[in-house]
């Protein structure tokens, strides 16, 4: 009666959930986001004077919660094995982004005042870090050939992302704007979709194929 | 040790993942606007008629993302790959999904007030607009003689549907009963399944088979 | 490039996108129940006592919402095929479904008053409505000689549910204890679980085999 | 036209669903606990200090949620069949992990207060003893010589929990420390991976191939 499970189904099994839990709170995240969008006062177009910064600071969280979901996305996609280690630096990772909706309402609501303005870049900034650490821990569970780590290379827009936010915190205290732009610099410089992961697995597939 | 995917298999997971995240946050959405349900303050039923048009905002924005996740389903049935552009077109489609909640809320706690209305008839009109991009981005993708290009064919409902809401947005200013008509029109249009995919794709089938 | 997926698989994935987002949406129904268990105002246990109520109508729900995710899931189980018809059946189940949250907290925080009660009982009522149309579509669909029409037989216990409803709704307004005395006893008569397609289903499969 | 899916793979999807729809559940409570984050009042530094106990109790949480879909995972890995007894043993574990961010809202709020501590305990206690409950149910179903059975062996984690759990709850009225360190003790004895499960699962792999 029993089914026994070959042993690659249920690794792969093991990576679909690990992917299906990561999208499941991630979707949560960009979606819970939007209770933080709190109905106006009025009925009028004045009364959504107040949301403008509300709203940006939300698009901003929207797109980069939608970087972090595109990314997560291709690097398992490269991935084809996972264990315990893998694990707990995914759950470290959903731990700072889901930080995101609670920092993006206070730095909405104040207008992007200092302090909240530099917390927000506290927690992107453990959000680069833990994205960081979970691709080195796939490179060495996978090892230094393999598809993930080729594609991966020298993550140069990884360590720019994380420098630059370490910048943007002390920053936000002195002028709040130079700390705004940088974010929304970091969140254009990932717009531009990981080609490199994309490009190295069509080439890898073509010459198996 | 390491499982080695066939490719295919590989992008086939990659279009269930966008399936997933687009579910996730499809039914948080539709789930979440419950909580705008604020529980009414005694307890007869009188305290339930100033629920009347809230719940009936409710119901219509339930039916809109209802007709959405159906027709996202349809159309992502009949795509075999996606890439980078599409994963993004699909992120916007979701941006605005995600602040039909919101909106759906003001106008109903306003009783359908000129502005709440035509701030909900703007959100409609751009999930429409994001729902057409991401059709195109399709078919750009999968080619003018597949499956899905030929089911989608003209869209003459999705052209219709745009036109109306822009139509709507600034006669909710003017009668918002007429805005509301309209929304409750388009909506209606659309409870008619979109039969057109659904039999392209069993006449293909029964072609091949 | 394209991948070619065999007309059954396709389907197969319609099925389990279709369980998929239910149980997204039961699941988020089943814990945002839980954001309204607002917390005490102070830190003793005196505190605890208003919250009587309010947590005995959440196991209620809680189980209601547990017995309906499982008898969907027997009931999918069954199931080999979807259509049109068969989504929207089952949005309308979820539409009844995603109001339980809300009843659920104004029938706890009134401590059971007769409207609340009654209100609470109509949505039951209504789900318990849905649910039969939705299996009735679904046998339409297979035919009376598939496993899960058998199965499904007459469905003694829907019918004395919905009829109970339908009771309970005029009687909680004389007296609120017989209704939830109606509401607790229906939700013990569905915990003994579904045996019939269970033991249907493993009776053909062992026919099979 | 019909699709008759082998019994085999039909198990295998109601495995798949359950661990879905434990997902699913997980994933929102660790993603609402977030929204007990209230946006603190000010906009400086000092407003974030009354934010520190609220922190820390939902770090705890998260890691402790963390274990469980980790165990969770690891557990239903090992296991190839589930019946009706395993779904509700499984909702009933939900059911408690479910009041989780209630509860660490009341005592983050209140500083670790005496009553709030010892909720928090009971709660605790409760989903260590629905798990215990679940695993041996699955034993139960699997067989004493089963993967499963094998590799949970004698458990003494799992009851060493439970008993500490009993303790710190009578412990949380007389010193909230012990009882807070009792949970922090507990939780760092669990981020040890349950390397039993995935030694014994990587050791049968290997004898069979």
Redesign the interface.
Known sequence: ?????P??Y?????K??L???S??????????M????K??EG???L??RPMVPVFLAY?LS?VIL?IY??NH?HML?AT??I???I??AN?HL??WL??I??VT??MG??SS????TA?YGVVLLMAGMAYYILSNTLVRL?GPNSTLAIAVGKDIKGKVSVVLYAAAVPLALVNRWIADGIYVFVALMW?V???RI?SK?KAS?SS??
Do not use: K, Q, Y
């Open positions: 009666m029993a089914v026994i499970l042993g690659s249920t690794w792969c099994m093991s679909g959930r992917e299906a839990f999208d499941g709170v991630i979707a949560i995240l960009i979606t819970i939007v209770l933080e969008l109905i106006p009925s009028d177009l009364s959504l698009v929207f939608g979901w595109n996305h996609h084809d094995r264990n315990g280690a694990l707990w759950l959903l731990f889901s930080l909706p609670a309402a206070w609501e104040t005042a200092p302090v909240p917390v996978l717009l979709p990981d080609r994309e697995l597939r198996v194929a």
